[in-house]
């Protein structure tokens, strides 16, 4: 069996920890099926190097304006393509898409028109497509509301990862049997504490996301370095040992940069391996945080976080936790913010939003328990 991942890998850390938890699960179920995807994204991200380093075989693409043309190496002599793992399009077997959040209005129609001409492609091959839990919508474009209707039509499992994600797409196609909801799937990886890592000097870790900027408009991009600088100060005031932490790459980097300063310059950790960066979230007393996976990681954990977000899923995750309260506007009153941030590093307070998040967390991880049998039920030809 040829299982192709996409649309997980390494652009961004949240992207690698899906990776590594769709990967641990599939070589656990199917440790004889070949692993396959894209090697080398547009913006390189999916290096070959780490993509071997992790067992997977390369699959021939070519995409230009929405058409595949991998097929053509094919042509390619078949015990040379097997000398080398070359995989083939219309080998695969299953298709796993780990987008996380990609189709949506906020991102375009290239991505929902892409997924939509390859399901077609991949319904014609008699490859099945699971779309793992993910964000969706909204979808108030036509062409991008046709899009996502075929894709789901030529899907065998679809997994909106909250009651919002699953009324966007449920208003476009109906209710179907194989549209079914569950939550981040990340919450199953465990973290690992990197040697080093000292709590005693690092508290409360800070995450910016400079999506802030990009995604929001220009009257809210502009209030977010005050909003971040305004909870660093704060917890600064606290004696809570702000930090910052970077969770994705150079953007990320750079605002941190901006915060740290703007806030008397407190400490800036940088790590690679999105595991020591969930172990680090684990360890912390408190998270702020406008990631999403860097949210997951922390109140997987039992971590109390507060969160600003771009889009509907920081509120249905906090919505999912238990904890609503813990998503902040950029617009809110200084006050709010000051009165959260003491909350967050209050003993007692501390302890009871813990023990409400471990509480939502053991919930949450049946349920992906729950949702990895189901993917298991469609690989296998079975229906739970």
Not at 96 to 123: H, M
Not at 322 to 347: C, K, N, T
Request: net charge neutral.
């Amino acid at each position: 069996m040829i299982i192709e991942i996409r649309k997980a890998g390494f652009r961004n850390k949240g992207a690698e920890l899906m990776l590594l938890a769709v990967v641990a699960r599939l070589r656990a179920a199917y440790p004889e099926a070949t692993l396959t995807m894209v090697p080398s994204a547009p913006n390189g991200s999916q290096p070959f190097a780490k993509l071997t380093a992790l067992g997977f075989y390369p699959k021939a693409s070519l995409n230009r304006r929405g058409i595949e043309f991998g097929d053509a190496a094919g042509l390619i002599p078949g015990r040379l393509r097997r000398r080398y793992g070359l995989v083939l399009d219309r080998e695969v077997d299953v298709v796993i898409d780990t987008a996380g959040f990609a189709y949506s209005d906020q991102w375009g129609i290239e991505s929902t028109l892409e997924l939509s001409r390859a399901t077609r492609r991949w319904r014609r091959h008699g490859t099945k497509v699971i779309l793992m839990p993910q964000s969706f919508g909204p979808f108030s474009d036509r062409a991008i509301r046709t899009a996502i209707l075929h894709a789901v039509d030529n899907a065998d499992l679809v997994m909106p990862r909250d009651s919002t994600s699953y009324r966007y797409v449920t208003e476009v196609t109906g209710q179907r049997e194989y549209i079914r909801q569950y939550p981040d799937f990340t919450n199953l990886i465990e973290g690992i504490v990197p040697d080093g890592f000292e709590t005693k000097d690092l508290g409360v870790a800070i995450v910016p996301n400079f999506r802030m900027l990009d995604k929001t408009g220009e009257a809210s991009s502009g209030k977010y370095l005050p909003f971040m600088t305004g909870c660093a100060r704060r917890l600064i005031e606290l004696g809570a040992r702000p930090y910052m932490l970077v969770h994705e790459g150079i953007d990320d980097g750079r605002l941190a940069v901006r915060i740290s300063e703007a806030s008397g310059g407190i400490p800036i950790v940088k790590e690679d391996d999105p595991l020591k960066i969930k172990g680090i979230l684990g360890a912390s007393l408190a998270v702020v945080a406008s990631r999403y996976h860097a949210l997951v990681s922390a109140l997987s954990q039992g971590v109390p976080a507060v969160a600003t977000g771009w889009s509907h899923k920081y509120t249905e995750l906090f919505e999912d936790y238990g904890f609503p309260e813990g998503v902040l506007s950029i617009d809110d009153e200084a006050g709010r913010i000051d009165a959260m941030m003491d909350r967050l590093i209050d003993a007692e307070a501390n302890k009871e939003i813990t023990a409400q998040l471990l509480q939502s967390s053991a919930r949450l991880k049946s349920l992906s328990e729950e949702m990895w049998a189901t993917v298991q039920s469609v690989i296998d030809g079975r229906r739970n």
